[in-house]
């Protein structure tokens, strides 16, 4: 009967023993893992910077933004992936899904029927565009330059810029020697979901906005 008992018993003080040399360091990495956030990871790895988990810890942060890329499904979120990740094991799926998000052609009543709205996102502000409307376009060769008319909760203003008729990338051209300033920068007009969306394709800075009216 004692040795019966006598492992299952050894057993028992083998695993508590282990549970009790595991250094804060592994709990928190467990905890970590479970919680399985790039916000997780990135606090673990503030507080660890050089932990035995770091590259484990980057592997993982990196499939997280790739599955929030592949959810948001936009050029922007696969620029940013790419950008993020210039060596990453997604950089051929992400070219590859940017080449699915293929223009469709865009007429100039695509345009100009109805209005958008959107957001910029600065570096910890988010501004709402409560309203944005083109509300004149000329075709120059190649490009289309427009005026625009512009509400956040703040700023009432026209803005100028230019389409490029063959990518329909779009560039923002503010007078600097404006007050109000929204610094927009250049970006790209496709559908998505069979909705027009205007979307910033530089990382530095993400807006974008949505057709809602026509």
């Not at 026209?158 to 007078?175: L, Q, V």
């Amino acid at each position: 009967m004692k040795t019966l008992l006598f492992y299952p018993l050894l057993l028992v003080c083998s695993l508590f023993l282990l549970a009790s040399c595991q250094s804060e360091e592994d709990k928190d990495w467990e905890a970590t893992q479970s919680r399985y956030s790039a916000g997780a990871i990135d606090s673990f790895l503030q507080r660890y910077p050089d932990s035995k988990y770091k590259e484990a810890a980057k592997e993982i942060e990196q499939e997280i933004n790739w599955l929030m890329a592949e959810r948001i499904n936009t050029i922007y979120s696969y620029k940013k992936y790419i950008s993020d990740y210039p060596a990453g094991q997604y950089q051929s799926a992400a070219e590859a899904k940017l080449n699915t998000l293929v223009n469709e052609e865009i007429n100039l009543a695509d345009l100009t029927k109805g209005s958008f709205s959107g957001k910029i996102n600065y570096t910890d502000i988010e501004t709402q565009i409560l309203y944005f409307k083109f509300v004149e376009i000329q075709e120059e060769d190649n490009n289309i330059r427009f005026v625009a008319e512009i509400n956040t909760s703040n700023i009432r203003k026209s803005i100028e810029g230019r389409i490029n008729k063959t990518d329909y990338s779009i560039m923002f051209m503010e007078d600097p020697d404006q007050k109000e300033m929204l610094n927009l920068t250049d970006g790209k007009i496709y559908f998505r979901s069979n909705k027009l969306m205007i979307e910033s394709t530089n990382i530095s800075q993400y807006w974008r906005l949505l057709k809602y009216q026509d």
